[in-house]
């Protein structure tokens, strides 16, 4: 019996049945649920995702008349070469089509008789009057556009967080906040998120930060996920198909009911935990089912109370260890009041598409006396292709990923800091964000505080001297 129930045990590195697997189909990521039900589709191409139960991740399948077949032996999809350009050149190439002797009509009737992708790709290099005299760089492209048009083959890999990310970013960049994995790294780098911590987000980016949260705490720690609405964005978390220990440690709170937890707001009337959340079935007319579903609602909503009410106390308590945002409404209301969640000498990192917000709550944190070590930078990364001889930038990508605020809170008994001189002290709105934006420097880095005071000073000084000097 032992044997018998140990063979049927699946091991960890093979795909699962309702696991979220990522399909890479040339450039192309898409994320998927392994099913036997499940039917993934790549433009024209369908298939049926049940080939891949059971099958280890990183396993190479080509697609064959809407079916799965795994290959034993990758292809190399890359055709690298190591070799120079040699004494070939590309001086005499035209692109005109009339190198390929091989016709449309003879290509689509061999496609018919099941000729195989790297059997066509051959005949088209045999067929073309123009390959043998190309340098072995315009091979090595020549043949790898071929591949990636006839060879139809996809390779199923394990999600993890920076291939969700770039998934998320493919679908649509608006809805995450053009949100890129660098400046993800950056976020969790600047909050200084580590297991054991109490970490305080505030997500509308589809759940990808408190993804990278839960990842990054490993199962050891407290995410409170503040969210607008009534439940929270979590399409990233189920992606990263997170086992029960790590999910653990996510307590997903409303907004709304954070006002009244700090006593900002009155709360609103409250139900009566004595009276029943459900009415119960009518005697008579209640059968087992019905008795035990309505145990079963009963059970999850006080469940669900008693953990509202632990998150309230944690908040109450105001001592989280850092705070990351990554949200598309406007961060400078909500945010001074998440930092006074925090304990003091705890970390944070507010993440927005835009400049303007960030630079607004830049001054607003520095007046306030409370935050030290500030900076705001834009993080900027740029892929390259990486050959032999041939490593260069890629030509298209997204250039932009919005900006990061990052800083310190402090213990500052002694209030804000005194008042500026009146000219400054006029300033609001748009021309506080502009004072923000000067007084950073060229990397945004605000190592002291009093930077700017030092300057009106040194400037009063040697106005006083030139009066002396006139006088």
């Keep these: 019996m032992a044997a018998a129930s140990s063979a049927s045990v699946v091991p960890q590195g093979v795909i699962r049945e309702g696991q979220t697997v990522i399909l890479r189909f040339g450039q192309t990521l ?9 039917t ?30 795994p290959l034993r032996h990758p292809t190399d999809t890359n055709w690298h070469t190591e070799e120079g350009p040699g004494e070939a050149d590309n001086r005499s190439l035209n692109e005109d089509q009339t190198s390929q002797t091989l016709q ?35 091979k090595a492209k020549w043949m790898k556009k071929k591949k990636a048009k006839h060879l139809k083959l996809m390779t199923v890999e394990r999600p993890t967080l920076r291939l969700v990310a770039q998934v998320m970013f493919d679908r649509g960049p608006m809805k995450i906040c053009f949100l890129r994995h660098d400046s993800l790294a950056m976020m969790l780098s600047r909050a200084d998120v580590r297991p054991f911590s109490k970490v305080l987000v505030l997500d509308t980016v589809g759940g990808l930060l408190a993804a990278a949260v839960i990842e990054r705490l490993g199962g050891h ?4 996920q503040l969210h607008p609405g009534n439940s929270p964005p979590k399409q990233a978390v189920d992606m990263l198909n997170f086992d029960e220990k790590t999910l653990s440690v996510l307590h997903p709170y409303a907004l709304k009911d ?55 106390e944690m908040i109450q308590r105001r001592d989280f260890d850092c705070l990351v945002v990554a949200t598309k409404y406007n961060p400078v209301g909500v945010v001074p ?31 306030s006396g409370n935050v030290i070590n500030q900076h705001l930078g834009e993080t900027w990364m740029r892929v390259h292709q990486v050959l032999p001889k041939r490593t260069h930038p890629t030509m298209n990508m997204h250039g ?66 030139g009066k002396g000097e006139d006088k």
Excluded: C
Aim: hydrophobic residues 35%.
């Design 30 to 38: 898409k994320a998927i649920t392994a099913s036997k039900t499940e």
């Design 40 to 69: 993934g589709r790549f433009g024209k191409l369908r298939f049926s995702m049940e080939q891949t139960l059971g099958r280890p991740y990183g396993q190479l399948f080509e697609i064959d008349r809407n079916r799965l077949v």
């Design 104 to 138: 449309y009509t003879e290509i689509v009737e061999l496609q018919e008789k099941g000729v195989t992708g790297q059997e066509l790709i051959d005949k088209l290099a045999a067929a073309s009057t123009t390959f043998e005299t190309k340098t072995e760089f315009s």
């Design 221 to 224: 720690g407290t995410v409170v």
């Design 258 to 312: 954070l006002a009244p937890t700090l006593g900002l707001r009155d709360p609103e009337p409250e139900i009566d935990t004595k009276a029943p959340l459900v009415p119960a079935p009518e005697q008579g007319e209640a059968t087992s089912e019905m008795t035990v579903r309505w145990a079963q609602r009963q059970a999850n909503r006080e469940k669900r109370r008693q953990r509202r009410a632990a998150v309230a």
């Design 337 to 367: 009041h998440l930092i006074n969640l925090l304990a003091p000498s705890s970390t944070f990192s507010i993440f927005n598409g835009a400049i303007e917000p960030l630079a607004q709550l830049f001054f607003d944190l520095r007046t």
């Design 400 to 465: 932009a990923s919005g900006y990061v605020l990052s800083g310190t809170t402090i213990t500052n008994e002694a209030g804000p800091p005194s008042a500026a001189p009146a000219a400054a002290t006029a300033q609001t709105g748009s021309d506080a964000a502009v004072t923000a934006a000067t007084a950073m420097t060229a990397d945004g880095d605000d190592q002291n505080g009093d930077r700017g005071e030092q300057r009106t000073t040194k400037r009063a000084r040697i106005d006083e001297q």
